[in-house]
């Protein structure tokens, strides 16, 4: 078998990309000009293929001649929202475009989408699989990208994947949170009361490749989450305290509305440099929300059961980092 893996430098890509070299399945990886490959360069029965899925043409290659395609491609902040459309959405139809064009039909097609697809929990509770009430444009362009890949259902087999908070080895977005309590700072908002599931970036690789080679419907949505059910932010703290070994000095909660004000400023910045940032007005609301789901069917469906729990995965994170002196 040979498999696409679209975000192969990313962090979810490269360890899909990683555990499919593993079990000698070859890979084909779709890398942007300016990826950082030094990874994916290191792995055996990986082609590395030059493009970005905004371009049409050069994903039509990448599709021909391969039997199953990840789609892990995607961009979590941009400068306005046309540019998650462009990418998120404009680079779901061309993958799907692509394969709808085979002579030889996909063994599987899966898409990698976002628990920020459904929108967060209202009550802390896992949401339904059919919520739709995406609060951030990241989450509006996940999407819509959903439903193009679900509009394909009758002519491909696809699979829908939406991950809780994907984190481990290579992720630089927790990575923050673990440097600023190693600096003496708990990024703590308005008491840590929100709560959130997570699960570690090897864990929703398998998943992936699961969704390959499992045997199911077309037209499938699956939450993916470490079954550890859902985390306060407070908890998620001490936790990485524990892994670090050090707790922080200054310990105060952010207030709700100081939060907001610290998000405009980094808006602000990001209109000045012309550069996406992450904490926007609508990252900062989300961090006062519940992201709670269940992969209760996905494990039964997909015969898939999560190896790393949050307790344990936040050790082997910390762990890497310092190793791969990240931290």
């Known amino acids: 078998m040979k498999v696409l893996v679209t975000g192969a430098s990313g962090l979810l890509g490269s360890h899909v990309a990683e555990l499919l070299s593993e079990r000698g399945t070859q890979v084909r990886a779709l890398v942007r000009k300016t990826s950082n490959r030094r990874h994916l360069e290191t792995l ?20 021909d001649g391969v039997d199953a395609v990840i789609h892990a491609a995607g961009l979590v902040k941009a400068r306005n929202t046309d540019e998650f459309f462009a990418t998120n959405v404009g680079g779901t139809s061309n993958l799907i475009d692509a394969a709808r064009r085979r002579s030889r039909p996909l063994d599987r097609f899966v ?11 209202p009550d802390g509770k896992p949401i339904s699989a059919d919520q739709e009430n995406p609060v951030t ?5 996940k999407l819509a990208a959903e439903k193009v890949v679900l509009s394909a259902k009758n002519d491909l087999p696809v699979v829908i994947l939406r991950p809780g908070a994907i984190y481990g080895p290579r992720d630089g977005e927790i990575l923050e949170a673990f440097r600023s309590i190693k600096y003496g700072l708990l990024p703590l908002f308005a008491n840590g009361t929100a709560k959130g599931v997570w699960i570690y970036a090897t864990d929703c690789a398998e998943a992936c490749i699961r969704a390959v ?7 499938r949505t699956y939450f993916v989450d470490d079954g550890c059910g859902p985390l306060a932010l407070k908890q998620m703290l001490a936790d990485a305290e524990r892994a670090l070994g050090k707790k922080a000095l200054v310990r105060a909660s952010l207030p709700a509305p100081l ?3 610290v998000a405009r400023g980094v808006e602000a910045f990001g209109r000045v440099t012309n550069r996406p940032v992450m904490l926007t007005r609508e990252k ?3 961090l006062l929300q519940h992201w709670v789901c269940s992969s209760e069917d996905t494990r039964r469906d997909l015969g898939w059961e999560p190896r790393v729990r949050w307790a344990d995965g936040v050790e082997r994170a910390v762990k890497w980092y310092r190793e791969n002196g990240w931290l």
Request: contains cysteine; aromatic residues 6%.
């Open 259 to 261: 939060l907001m004000q």
């Open 137 to 141: 444009r990241y989450g509006r362009s």
């Open 213 to 219: 080679e499992a045997a199911g419907p077309s037209g």
């Open 111 to 121: 898409y990698v989408s976002s628990l920020e697809a459904c929108g967060p929990s």
């Open 284 to 286: 900062a609301s989300m």
């Open 44 to 63: 055996h029965n990986v082609e590395l293929f030059e493009g970005s899925v905004e371009q049409a043409d050069r994903v039509r290659e990448a599709v």
